[in-house]
């Protein structure tokens, strides 16, 4: 078995009195998707944003390929091969699809400028489906296409590994199912994904194996199948013993 990628070790987090990450521990292995799951305000976003770097740990490593990235700022952890999007979509509003891509091109691991970035800015605008759409203005896009080009932006960053947050949430089933497909291509690609997600199938297309969190903590981990079976994480998902 292949050492993991990411390896986040008794990570934790505290806003006052409420520890929004208890003692967090996982591994993403290279090449694989891995669902972090659980129900609203269990601690996901804030363990994606704990391991991009938007926020520091109180206790608790990350580490990308053996390296140490834990409170280092967002801006070096990208540049490392850490990229994400956001549960709430962040495009640059009055720039182009085109001028969002270059900005993570100019920035990211693999940095591109001028002819080279404006080839590689088309070709990642339609690999998520924005082809032909480079000149506008990232406010005029709907919501799903918005997402597709935070996605685009991510991807112009070269990482190692990506994050997703939500990124198939308020989809119409046409949108999900193109969506699961492009997750499903980045894969295949050799892209290693931690995804955020409440879409159940999704999840069970698109996951090798899932880490489910409750209050802040692990509670369970395997393959979707066994996750989702198993009493605990139902429980914290509907509070019924017997759900």
Known sequence: MSAPLLRVTGLTRAFGGLVAVNALSFGVRPGEILGLLGPNGSGKTTALNLISGALAPDAGRVELEGRLVSGLPAHRIARLGIARTFQLVRPLPAMSCTENVLAGLAFGRDAAWDGEALERAEA??????????????????????????????????????????????????????????????????????????????????????CVVMNAGARIAEGPPAEVLADREVIRAYLGAEDA
Not at 145 to 154: F, G, I, P, V
Not at 181 to 196: F, K, P, Q
Request: aromatic share 2%; proline share 3%; net charge negative.
């Open 124 to 209: 990642l605008l339609a690999l998520v489906g924005l082809g032909g759409k480079g000149h506008l203005p990232a406010e005029v896009l709907t919501y799903v296409d918005q997402k597709r080009l935070e996605l685009a932006r991510a991807l112009a960053l070269s990482p190692r590994l990506l994050l997703l947050d939500e990124w198939l949430a308020g989809l119409n089933p046409t949108e999900l199912r193109d969506g699961i497909a492009l997750i499903h291509s980045l894969r295949e690609e050799g892209r290693t994904v931690l995804m955020v997600e409440h879409v159940m199938d999704a999840v069970r297309s698109l996951c090798d194996r």
